[in-house]
């Protein structure tokens, strides 16, 4: 064993509670299942729920920067 | 139906292609194929890009491809639960799966049911895993072949024979080169379902005039149905319940199960499952497009086909739209698009039976050759079994059996996922919880005689059963360790603070390089 892992500790656990923020955004359909405001013809609670696929990557992958554990590895 | 020999010929051409790839993938990165770890997890090794393959390749099924268009197009909105399932799995992903890994490559685990039989010392519950995974598993499998079936359908020939022969060369290369042969023909079959899938998405909305007008003609067939027919394409409040715990429950089951496991634990470091967590939900976008085609397939005035019901949606949309020449491509992808599941299904299972089955119940001395002799063999008595299953059970049983299976799975959460966190779980209600779930959601799915996988347990109307049977099981096991805990008693375990941490030195470097991870085992020389 070389370094022990306890010696370097991970940075920006707080952003961890980020990860939250997709459940909030779909898992109440009450908020979003409606036909307006369309986007070129898609009702919105088509398109309110693509965009969130994007959404889930911003925020995972903020995450994932802001977020360093050096026993994450290569 | 007439034969469609071109796109027959596309078909084949395709495939005879993919099997050499498959054949050939024992060749990939070369190693000891006789040792479990390599076969069954190519040894730990896939960076991030083939793991984003060959996760997307294989949780993102071609039976989802025909299924979940199929649920659109049968019942409509709801059938876009695909999306907020397959979103909200990444945070969830990026938060357990590096810890699981973590663990299984300090102890050399293959499969789930390893890491419970160490956790919680105890041999019977990793085999309530374990069964409960292969249980799961193997109507999946079937589901994979069914997807095919409905390609060869509309191809007009007969698909028995095409189906067999499909699955000896499948079982075959599966039992030559492991792991590696789904994972180069990920490769192939992804690049093939995301052309498709970017040409059909802009072309058949340009020939049905457009995103506005398609959902201009799914409302207004929508509003002159009858409410039970009616295909909306804005969520009912009814099914407000139903949609997000369906949504949720699927969301933490699909990383329990055996496929998706072997999938995560084959890549080669943390930071490669945090990386695809952010870069899988590329898949999550291209499957909200399949299930539009539901939608365009509504507004094409497609009809339900005889044999295959709803099913058949989108391969008959493909039809009406495309030149015949390009629905042989599509079709190829789908039907090569199953067979990279359906290795992935069958090696995970047969892990499953070689480890913590036979090594455990039968033949505990084996040694690691004999290992992989038995899941290699394993690995074809799952697929010939799901062969059977789908030349002799109706089609629509084995949907049945696909919507108990993720019911059933879902009952692993605590094993798998709960004990990475908490210490003291008391190993008898973790069996008694999951005992009760099962028992809870089996109940359910025959009140409903397995059509659905949404009851009214009497609380927030319609929800899906596998919510109602992790609730019932995570409170077991809670009140039980709960209960233990104060009177004291602790469970055995084999599992100290360490093993959950990076102990490796090349786990911990940021550039070094990885020596194998596999030991040559005893007799083989290497």
Redesign the interface.
């Known amino acids: ?3 022990p ?1 306890s010696s370097r500790p991970a940075r920006g656990r707080w952003a ?1 509670w980020l ?2 923020l ?2 909030i955004g ?5 908020w979003y ?3 307006e405001p ?1 986007l ?7 398109w309110y ?2 965009a ?6 911003l ?3 903020f ?2 920067f802001v977020r360093r ?6 | 139906m007439s034969t469609h020999w071109d796109e027959l010929g596309i078909v084949i051409g395709l495939g005879v292609a993919v099997a050499a790839i498959g054949f050939g993938a024992a060749r990939w990165r070369r190693a000891d194929l006789n040792h479990l770890e390599e076969w069954g997890l190519a040894g730990r090794t896939f960076g991030t890009l083939v793991t984003w393959f060959l996760l997307g390749g294989d949780l993102y099924t071609a039976y989802t491809f025909v299924a979940v268009p199929g649920l659109v197009y049968g019942s409509g909105a709801f059938g876009l639960f695909a999306l907020p399932y397959t979103v909200i799995i990444y945070p969830l992903v990026f938060l357990t799966m590096p810890r699981l890994w973590q663990v299984a490559r300090n102890r050399g685990y293959v499969t789930g049911s390893d890491y419970v039989r160490d956790r919680f010392d105890s041999r019977f519950f990793a085999l309530l895993i374990a069964i409960t995974g292969i249980v799961a598993t193997m109507p999946y499998i079937a589901l994979q072949i069914y997807g095919i079936k409905v390609v060869l359908a509309n191809m007009g020939i007969s698909p028995e024979v095409a189906l067999i022969v499909a699955f000896v060369v499948l079982a075959a290369f599966t039992y030559v080169s492991g792991l590696r042969a789904p994972a180069l023909i990920a490769l192939v079959k992804d690049t093939l379902i995301w052309l498709v899938v970017l040409v059909a998405v802009i072309y058949i909305p340009y020939k049905l005039g457009g995103f506005g007008s398609i959902f201009h003609k799914v409302e207004q067939a929508a509003a002159v149905a009858p409410k039970a027919k009616a295909k909306p394409d804005v969520l009912p409040g009814t099914l407000f319940g139903g949609y997000s715990t369906i949504a949720l429950g699927s969301a933490l089951a699909l990383f329990l199960y055996p496929h998706s496991l072997t999938g995560v634990f084959s890549s080669s470091s943390r930071r490669v499952i945090r990386r695809n967590a952010s870069f899988l939900p590329a898949y999550s976008f291209m499957l909200g497009l399949i299930a539009l085609f539901g939608f365009m397939a509504i507004a094409a005035g497609v009809k339900p086909s005889k044999d295959f019901g709803n099913n058949s949606a989108i391969a008959d949309l493909f039809q009406t739209m495309f030149p015949s020449w390009f629905t042989g491509v599509a079709f190829a992808a789908i039907a090569i698009g199953a067979l990279v599941p359906a290795a992935v299904m069958s090696i995970a299972a047969a892990n499953l039976f070689s480890r913590n089955v036979w090594r455990e119940y039968v033949q505990p001395r084996m040694s690691m050759r004999t290992e992989a002799s038995i899941s290699k063999v394993a690995s074809l008595v799952v697929k010939i079994g799901a062969l059977i299953f789908i030349l002799f059970v109706p089609a629509t049983d084995i949907l049945y059996f696909q919507t108990a299976g993720g019911v059933w799975m879902i009952n692993a959460l605590p094993a798998l996922i709960i004990a990475l966190y908490v210490k003291r779980l008391n190993t008898l209600s973790m069996m008694l919880g999951w005992a009760a779930g099962i028992g809870l959601g089996t109940w359910a799915l025959v009140q409903e005689k397995f059509a659905t996988s949404l009851h009214d347990f009497g609380v927030g109307g319609k929800i899906y059963i596998g919510f109602a049977a992790i609730a019932v099981n995570l409170a077991v096991v809670l009140l039980g360790s709960l209960l233990a805990a104060l009177a004291g008693r602790r469970s055995a375990t084999r599992l100290s603070d360490d093993d959950y941490r990076a102990r490796h030195p090349e786990d911990l470097s940021l550039t070094g390089t990885r020596p194998p991870v596999t030991q040559p085992a005893p007799g083989t020389g290497g």
């Open positions: 064993m070389s370094t892992p961890l990860l939250i997709p459940f779909l898992l109440v359909p009450n299942a409606r036909a369309r070129s013809g898609i009702p919105f609670f088509i729920q693509f969130w696929v994007v959404g889930g990557v925020v995972t992958g995450v994932y554990d050096p026993e994450d590895g290569e």
